[in-house]
């Protein structure tokens, strides 16, 4: 209990004390994490409602594509994407190694089979209920999207918190692509890599204490802030 009292201890002192480098890691592990959530969930809702509402030649092989996809190694990720940008790479003329947009499009990457299996199953629970009755009515497809993903409103804030909390405990795929640097690509989860392989295990747990915490309270104002759209 005392080791438990300490770290958490050393978390908040990190926090109170204004650490310049943990506070600069929450604000890069924060930014990244939800910029690649949002962005996978913009890209990803879509494509998993239209696979659920349209039906086309290979689309089961779509599905297990998508499906097997939500276990896909992070280094490997990581890996793909640093061949890719490297000066070497098709797109290194753009200098995006080591930046926080590599980091982004790592995790993207990463997220967006999680956001299209999941979004596909709400979509398709919707479609059985109510694809008949759009389809009479005259709904076109667009229209048939907009309504199940209105519908599926639920089960969409549940499918941003599982590619959120795999955003942000990622460490594998920013490593690589982002090198983490000081003040610029370290993010919590690399700070406690780091940490941990000089020794300071204390601070490394604090750092893991913190980032928990920070994963707690996005899910709770994700969550209140879907009970509150219901609500009015």
């Known amino acids: ?4 009292g300490h770290v958490a201890s050393l978390a908040m002192g990190l926090i109170v004390r204004g650490n310049a480098d943990v506070l600069a890691a929450v604000v890069t592990s924060l930014s990244v994490s939800l910029t690649a959530t949002v ?3 913009v890209i990803g809702a879509p494509l998993g ?3 659920a509402i349209r039906v086309f030649p290979g689309r089961r092989m779509v599905l297990i594509g998508v499906n097997a996809l939500l ?3 992070p280094v490997v990720v990581g890996l793909a994407v640093y061949l890719l940008l490297s000066r070497s790479g098709v797109f290194g003329g753009l200098g995006l190694l080591f930046t926080t947009r590599a980091m982004i499009f790592a995790q993207v990457l990463l997220t967006l089979p999680i956001v299209v299996a999941l979004a ?3 979509a398709e629970a919707g479609w059985r209920d109510y694809g ?4 009479i009515d005259g709904a076109r497809t667009l229209q048939s999207m907009g309504f199940l993903l209105t519908l599926e409103s639920g089960a969409l804030v549940t499918t ?3 590619a959120f909390g795999r955003a942000i405990s990622e460490v594998g795929a920013i490593m690589i692509v982002g090198g983490n640097i000081r003040d610029h690509t370290r993010t919590l989860t690399t700070a406690v890599v780091l940490e941990t392989s000089k020794g300071e295990i204390a601070t490394a747990l604090a750092l893991g204490l913190i980032l928990v915490a920070l994963t707690v ?3 709770a104002a994700s969550f209140l802030l879907q009970q509150r759209s219901q609500t009015h």
């Open 217 to 219: 309270l996005v899910s």
């Open 71 to 73: 276990g896909l190694p």
């Open 120 to 122: 596909h199953r709400a």
């Open 160 to 162: 941003f918190l599982a």
């Open 1 to 4: 209990m005392d080791s438990i």
């Open 39 to 41: 962005v996978a969930c």
């Open 132 to 135: 008949d009755a759009l389809r």
């Open 49 to 51: 409602c239209l696979l």
